[in-house]
């Protein structure tokens, strides 16, 4: 934890000052050659809007805000309602920089430190965002909470109700119940899937995924698991989706299906995946799929109802830490522990 100075917000941004902000596992890729320190992460910020810069006319200091994403609004994919494959997603969102100035963040000496991690570095007490990827929400909801919206419970929700497209009585297997997965469970029910497979290596995944909607779990080294699956529903199932990445897990994800069945992949891996032709020769397709496929500004609206009215508990995914335990807040989410650690800078902060 170290004190630096933040530019106040430029044309099209806004100062928040962060409620909460869960990790996903993204903010860990600075400790690998794919994004160099020095850099603020965190990118599943909320918060209350406490500065407007220039030009910002639909939001107001004091206005409760979910911090998603950065896209830029105008390329083909944008244009398209797909800000998750905005030409520029990876310069916006996993270098820290900000398009067309290096950074707004410095150290106690003055070095630059980066602090555009997903357009908004929120794992910190404030952040500045563009006003574009703030979703604004009602103030009577429980504010330090809803971060995870933006990323991770909006991917396993969006790859249901999106990409997949899951239909009333149709089946679904997920493989990892984390956020992801869990978030699947949660949105197949909402979209009225008759079979939800849960498969997962802890068993105590797999028993909040019964709560959260999943009529048939498995720990993931049931013999035949395969064919198990396969046999809850004559022919296979119509879709599956992994979220593990785990190159042998996405294989299970592709055999359990239908002749025509999809398997959406959203577990990010740098590992070959093992697919044989003949898996796929029954018309199968294997998707990939980033955020969901979400328009995060229409899509958590929809999530903030469904949870309002008991249908998509996510809060059942998440505990709170102090920021300042977010070693801790880690150690939790790595053993397993801890579904969707948030991390809650102090209250007193002016
Ligand atoms: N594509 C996207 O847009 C996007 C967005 C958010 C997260 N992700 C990625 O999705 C993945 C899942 O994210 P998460 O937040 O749910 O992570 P998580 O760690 O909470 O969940 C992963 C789950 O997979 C389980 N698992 C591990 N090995 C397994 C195996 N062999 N068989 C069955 N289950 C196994 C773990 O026990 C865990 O419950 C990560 O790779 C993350 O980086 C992708
Ligand atoms: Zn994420
Ligand atoms: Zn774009």
């Not at 890729?29 to 599943?44: C, D, N, Q, S």
């Not at 029910?189 to 019964?210: K, Q, S, T, Y």
Request: glycine fraction near 10%.
């Amino acid at each position: 934890m170290e004190d630096v100075e933040i530019d106040a917000p430029g044309p099209g941004q806004v100062l928040v000052r962060i409620a909460g902000v869960g990790i996903c596992h993204s903010d860990f890729l600075p400790r690998t050659p794919m994004a160099k320190p020095p850099i603020v992460t965190g990118h599943e910020g909320s918060g209350v809007v406490a500065a407007l810069g220039a030009g910002v006319t639909d939001l107001a200091i004091g206005d409760h805000v979910v911090l998603s994403f950065d896209s830029c609004g105008d390329c083909r994919n944008c244009l398209d309602a797909q800000p998750a494959y905005c030409t520029s997603f990876w310069p916006r969102n996993m270098s820290g920089f900000r398009p067309g100035r290096p950074t707004n963040v410095r150290d106690a000496q003055g070095q630059p430190v980066k602090g555009n991690w997903f357009g908004q570095s929120s794992f910190a007490e404030y952040s500045v965002v563009a006003a574009r990827n703030a979703v604004k929400v009602d103030p009577s909801l429980p504010l330090e909470l809803l971060g995870p919206l933006s990323c991770g419970v909006l991917t396993g929700a969006g790859s249901v109700f999106t990409s997949l497209d899951v239909q009333a009585g149709s089946s679904l297997a997920v493989f990892g119940t984390g956020t992801v997965g869990l978030s699947a469970v949660m949105a197949a029910r909402v979209a009225g899937a008759a079979v939800i497979v849960a498969v997962d290596v802890n068993p105590d995944r797999l028993r909040l995924a019964e709560k959260l909607g999943a009529t048939n779990t498995f720990v993931a080294d049931t013999e035949d698991l395969v064919e198990v699956v396969k046999a809850l529903v004559p022919g296979g199932l119509d879709y599956s989706l992994d979220t593990t990445g785990v190159p042998a897990v996405v294989s299970n994800a592709i055999d359990v299906l239908r002749l025509r069945g999809v398997c959406g992949c959203v577990g990010v891996q740098l590992k070959p995946l093992l697919v044989r032709p003949d898996q796929l020769a029954f018309g199968r397709t294997i998707k990939g799929i980033l955020e969901g496929d979400s328009v995060p500004k229409l899509l958590i609206p929809r999530l903030l109802e469904l949870w309002r009215q008991g249908r998509f508990p996510f809060d059942q995914l998440i505990r709170t830490f102090p920021l300042e335990q977010i070693n801790e807040a880690e150690r939790a989410m790595k053993s397993g522990a801890v579904v969707k650690p948030v991390l809650v800078p102090r209250k007193d902060v002016s």
